[in-house]
Structures are given as C-alpha cells and as structure tokens.
C-alpha cells in the first residue's frame, strides 16, 4: 500500500531518472482512515499538458487532477471500492484537447521465464520479445517495447508521438535481468521511435532498437514499429515442406549470387533502385530462366554506409528499407519459392560497426562489445567484434539467425568471415590480442556461439542450410557439433577458388609449371561439404572482372571463360557465381551503379550467357554432378598428370552407376587430334556437352558422332578411345550403360 507520495520519487520523475517510474505513475492505493471506501491516487507526468482530467470508464465520471508541479506532474485522489480503468482527457498549452490511456497503468507484460531463458542465452525466440510489437493489452491497441541495457540509469522511448521528449514514457526497469520495458497506448505500425538512455556517466544517447523489424531510410536512423506477423499471408508451404524433407548434400545447388542495389537500376541516379517487389519479377524470372537453384544476397539487413556493401550491420533485424517493406521483402522471397528457387541471404555475426545509433556502447558501457579493445576490436575494418561469451549478445545473435527463417522463410544463410570469429589474432599484430584461457588463439566463445546457432536452426528448419565463408583450413567446420565439428551445412571453398583462380589466369604457356594448382583439391575435396565460389569478392578491388582474368586474345578470354565454368560445374562440390560473371562483364563490379547489361548486345556475350544458361540445366539434368558430391565414390580421376598438354580427365559418378558421365577438360588453346583417353566401360560414349561448340563462340571441335571404347588398356582403365580435344574447353561424354 503506497501511504504517501515520496518527493525524492516525485523528482526522480521529473528529471527523467527513475528506473521504475511505475513506482511513481499510475493507479495506486493508498491509506485512508477517515473513509471507509478505498482511496487510489492517480499520477501522471505530462511535461506539455496544461490541464488533465481522469475519465473512469464505468461511469464515464471525470476527475480533475492537481498541477503539484510546473514541469507537468499532476495527481489526483479518488475514492473507489477497487482499482478502476480510466482514460485520460489531456489539455496542452495550445488548448488542444486529446484523450489516451496512461501507459502507467499496466502491469508488467514480459514474463520472468522470457527473461530468465533471455539471461541465459537459450530464449530461441527472443524478438518475439524484445523489441517494438503492436499488441492488444486489456481490449487496448498499442506497442509493446522491450530493450536490454542493464548499465543504464534510465531508459525513456522517444519518438514522433512524444516530441523526442525523453520525460515521457520512460520504461519500467525489470531488475537484475537488465531488460527496460513499457506498452504505450495508441502507437502502432508507422511510427518513428528511438531509446533515449541515460549512462552510468549520466550521458544522454539517442539509440535505435536492436530488435526492431524496420528502420529509416539512410542518412535518417530511427526504428519504425512493424507489425511483422500479420500483414503478409505467404503462399510458399510445398515449399517449405519439401525443403525441410529433402537432402541437399544430394541435390543440385547452383547459386547465384546478389548485390540488390547494383543488379539492375531503374536510372543511374543514386538511389534508382529496383524494389524488392521488382526483383520478384525481373531477378527470379531472370534466376529461373537462367537455371540457377539459389539466389544468394549480399546482406539485407539495415546498414547505414552503402560501402560496406551491407556487412556493417547496425539493424540485424530490419530488412533494409533502400528496397522497401519487410512484407515487400517476404513477397520476393515467397515469388522466388513459387518459382522453384530458393533463397539464401549473408550473415554477418563476427562484427557490427561503431555508428552512433548502432550497438556500439548501447547503455554507456561495453555492452554488445568487448571492454577492451584488443578483444573488442577488428583493427583492420574499424569495427567492433561481438562479445561472444555473454549470454544475451549470444542469446541476440542465435535468435537472429533463426529469425531469417522463422519471419521471411529464408532457405539458408551464408555466414561471413567465420576465421575471424575463431581466431582471437585475426588480422592483428602480436600485442595487439589477448589469449584464451589456455593460452591459444581459438575464441573458444564464438566456436560455442557457432555450434549453438547452427544447431538451433537445424533444430527448427532440417532443411537449411547454413554456409561457413571460411579461409583456413580449421578442422570439421562442417561436421556435426557431437562429434566436435562446427555444426555448418557446408563451406565455401576458398583453397580451390585461389588456386584456380591464379591458375586460369596464368598464360597458357605457364600452366604446365603449375599443374598442382589445377588438381591439388581433390586431395582435400571431401573432407568438407564444399561449395565452390566465384564470388563478388573475386572482381572488385584492382581484382578484375572474370573475363578481364582470362589470358590471351578477345577469343581466347571468352573460351578460357567457358573452360572454366565447365571445369567448376563437373568439379565435386556445390556452385556459387557472382552476378555479372555469367556474362563476362568486363568492368569490376561497382556497387554503385547497375551491371552493363548493354553488354548483351554484343554476340559473344550473348553467346556465354546462353553458355551458362545450357551449363546449369545440364547441371541440374544430370545426377552425375551433383548427387555425390562429399564423398570420394562421386569423383574418379582418369588422368590427372599431363600438365605438358594441360589436359585432366575424369569420372563423376551418381548414386546409380549408370548415371556416370566422362569428363575432359583441355586448358591450352591447342586442338589435340587422335587423343587417348582410358575408358571403364567398352560402350558408346556420346558428347553431350562441348563448351567449343560454334552455339556458345567456340571454334566448334566438336564429336558429334561420339566414340566407342576399344579393347586397348590406357590410364589404368580397361579400355580407351581416340578423340579430338578442343582448344580451351569441357567435354563431357556420357555412357550408354
């Protein structure tokens, strides 16, 4: 029972310092010895009101309350049986007269489970929680607000409705957890908010919501209320119930990867973007037709700085508003699923940057970050790195990442910059890096991080897939965490992209000195579920596009092209190719403005992406490719020593032997008649693919007419053939088994 009105809690209120304003604000009963009906004491702080009055809802009666204080604190006594609910008609200094609900009188919404499961980083689904939420409390439409900023002395939510006014609407503390919380009456989707929070230093900072669904367009950085669950009704469920039932370690996966920003432009002014909904119809259309199985997008979660491509993150929950809506986001994802492609987005968990309205000291204090910076920054990037060992920043991430497919039916995540996160000396210099415990430089907190994230989600969704980018040569990143793997679905494999790279780059007179290059990873290639990547970070930085890499003459290029996306779809392992590549464009890829698409007019353009367009149907035809991909019975080397001629021949094999397909693959720009290659099988052996065929701009050395194997050992096979080998190409024969 509230006996009488502190003064000390009065002021507390008054100058925006309270931890518990509820304390203070409200209905509350007090002591009354003269009446035998029950005395509430209504209190309310409204810096603009000049008059308030208290309606009482049963009866409609109005209560005028006392200004007790000139910056805006009124009261009134009012004597009932019991607690009452009331609305409260408000006079401002303009005579303005409007009624609302008094936030102060609902008791507290999140419950103690929620933030004990919070507190100890196992709460799956704690943006159900946190965050803004348009909510119906006691028949009164409104948002819930929840942040976690366990140093802060006081934290207020500010915003269009209130004037930015940090007085007003200051959140109930919900003690040791550190979580702040208040539902405020009347705000709903569309309005504009930030946590105004008082430091430990008594520093005021102005923060968006870590949790919030939707933000301002940059350079604005304010959080908008979203109502993410019920605006979009999706039409994908076949989908996601064949995606959770399938395997993809045996399927096809070919992935296309995706800066939205600089994919297509509607103009070549700044901010000329195709809209999420846009993209539903141009990208996956163009996706479909294409024959790739994934669209992977460089990261869309909020970020302020263009530049960063989207991997300095400050809203890991906001789909970023430069394209649209989160429910125009769900639409392109639901199009491409209705169009047989699934859709896998690039997360980034190893690091956030120092914005102002970011993470970046949230409450005044390292919060989301390590204290000391040679734990809590990337030196390299001017980022800070997340403090994997404490339970809520884990319990925010791992929620994230299951929050991608819970909310927008994502289909996998691609990881990025995992050695970063497992090596505490990433990119620093020695003194610049604090050991482990033990002494070592594994972050043995972001390898627990890792494992829980990955396994939460295949918890959830079996389906998924979760990507490791990852650049060295860490044990088991792709094995199951019970027998002390990371937990990832698969990896990229950046050994085979840098050797190969290097290698097609090469003259073609060099090549035969670095043979190695060519084959050294297969000696590797099954020892995790790799994808192989041509990926964004291949063609921009003085890199050069992939047809600018290509040695030789304007044919050559285009052939040298050609070999190899021939040679990295036969190869073991799943497929990643950065937009524009599919193509050759020649100019580095510039997130700022649209691919050269005029580049299609030209015929040997034309001609390749045709090219890659046969290349992925092909790929996804023939279960040879793709059914055995991590395991040393899908891949059989015929011979992998001819450097002299830069020639490799090989066997991929499907899960039923009679799928297996013969492939040759010539890296020179020699024709090569009357050569040898060793054959298991004596049978017809057709071409059904020939990257040098006139269609694609080749020099058309071509089979038609196939070969049959004769009776004559070679390679250690029992049979063989004679062919001819065309210049700078892919062949691949198949069977008749």
Request: contains cysteine; hydrophobic residues 35%.
């Amino acid at each position: 029972m509230n006996k009488t009105t502190n003064i000390d809690e009065i002021f507390k209120v008054i100058y925006a310092e309270h931890s518990d304003p509820f304390r203070v604000l409200g209905i509350h009963k007090v002591e009354s010895k003269k009446s035998t009906t029950t005395k509430f004491a209504v209190r309310v702080f409204i810096p603009t009101a000049k008059e308030i009055n208290v309606i009482i809802l049963s009866d409609n009666s109005k209560h005028k309350m006392e200004k007790i204080h000139d910056s805006g604190f009124f009261q009134v006594y009012i004597e009932r049986e019991d607690f009452f609910s009331y609305t409260l008609e408000v006079t401002d200094y303009l005579d303005k007269t409007s009624i609302m609900y008094d936030p102060y009188c609902f008791t507290p919404i999140l419950s103690d489970y929620d933030l004990y499961l919070f507190n100890q980083g196992n709460h799956h689904k704690v943006y159900e929680k946190l965050g803004a939420h348009v909510c119906n409390i006691n028949g009164i439409d409104g948002t819930l607000f929840a942040v976690w900023a366990p140093c802060a002395r006081r934290v207020s939510v500010v915003g269009s409705f209130n004037n930015w006014d940090g007085r007003q609407h200051q959140m109930r503390s919900r003690g040791s957890s550190g979580v702040w919380e208040l539902f405020i009456p009347g705000v709903n989707q569309g309005v504009i908010y930030k946590y105004e929070i008082k430091t430990p230093h008594n520093e005021i900072y102005l923060k968006a919501d870590p949790y919030a669904f939707y933000a301002e367009l940059r350079p604005d950085t304010a959080s908008i209320v979203y109502d993410i669950e019920n605006n979009y009704t999706w039409n994908d469920s076949e989908w996601i119930e064949e995606r959770d039932s399938k395997n993809p370690y045996n399927a096809p996966i070919s992935i296309y990867e995706v800066h939205l920003g600089s994919w297509q432009r509607t103009s070549p002014a700044e901010d000329a973007y195709l809209s999420y909904r846009d993209m539903a119809d141009k990208l996956v259309n163009y996706a479909k037709e294409m024959g790739y199985t994934h669209i992977e997008l460089m990261p869309v979660a909020e970020h302020p700085f263009d530049g960063s491509w989207g991997y300095q993150i400050t809203g890991y929950y906001a789909v970023t508003s430069r394209y649209g809506t989160p429910d125009d986001f769900k639409y392109f994802v639901d199009k491409c699923h209705q169009n047989g492609i699934g859709v896998i987005v690039d997360w980034v968990p190893a690091h956030f940057p120092k914005d102002g309205h970011g993470l970046a000291r949230f409450d005044g204090t390292a919060l989301y970050e390590h204290a000391d910076q040679k734990q809590g920054e990337h030196p390299d990037w001017g980022t800070h790195i997340f403090n994997f060992g404490r339970n809520e920043v884990k319990n925010f991430l791992v929620s994230n990442a299951l929050f991608w497919f819970e909310k927008y039916h994502i289909d996998g995540l691609r990881v990025d910059a995992v050695a970063s996160m497992i090596y505490l000396d990433y990119g620093k210099k020695d003194g610049e890096w604090i050991p482990n415990e033990w002494g070592g430089k594994e972050n043995i907190a972001a390898l627990d991080f890792m494992k829980q994230a990955n396994s939460t989600v295949y918890k959830y969704h079996p389906g998924a897939m979760m990507i490791a980018e990852e650049s060295t040569s860490w044990a088991l990143v792709t094995r199951p965490t019970n027998v002390g793997g990371l937990g990832f679905g698969f990896k990229w494999n950046m050994g085979w992209m840098n050797d190969y790279l290097r290698y097609i780059s090469m003259d073609s007179i060099y090549r035969k000195y670095h043979h190695n290059l060519l084959t050294f990873s297969m000696i590797y290639a099954f020892s995790e579920n790799f994808i192989l990547v041509l990926s964004h970070d291949e063609v921009v930085h003085g890199k050069c596009s992939m047809i600018s890499k290509m040695p030789g003459d304007y044919w050559q290029q285009f052939a040298g092209l050609r070999v190899s996306y021939g040679y990295m779809f036969a190869h073991p392992g799943k497929k990643l190719q950065f937009m524009g590549s599919e193509f050759a464009q020649y100019n580095e890829w510039n997130y700022r403005q649209s691919l050269d698409w005029h580049l299609l007019e030209f015929d040997m353009h034309q001609r390749l992406q045709n090219y890659v367009k046969d290349l992925n149907h092909l790929y996804k035809t023939e279960k040879a490719l793709y059914e055995i991909d991590f395991h040393y019975e899908g891949f059989e080397w015929i011979d992998c020593n001819d450097a002299e001629h830069g020639v490799v021949s090989f066997i991929r094999k499907g899960n039923d032997w009679r799928d297996s397909l013969i492939v040759v693959c010539n890296f020179t720009p020699c024709v090569y008649n009357n050569y040898r290659i060793g054959l298991p099988w004596e049978t017809q052996y057709d071409e059904i693919f020939n990257s040098d065929s006139e269609k694609y701009g080749g020099s058309n050395v071509v089979n038609p007419e196939g070969f049959y194997a004769q009776d004559i050992g070679y390679h250690n096979r029992p049979f063989s053939a004679e062919m001819k080998i065309p210049p700078l190409a892919v062949m691949i024969l198949k069977p008749r088994l």
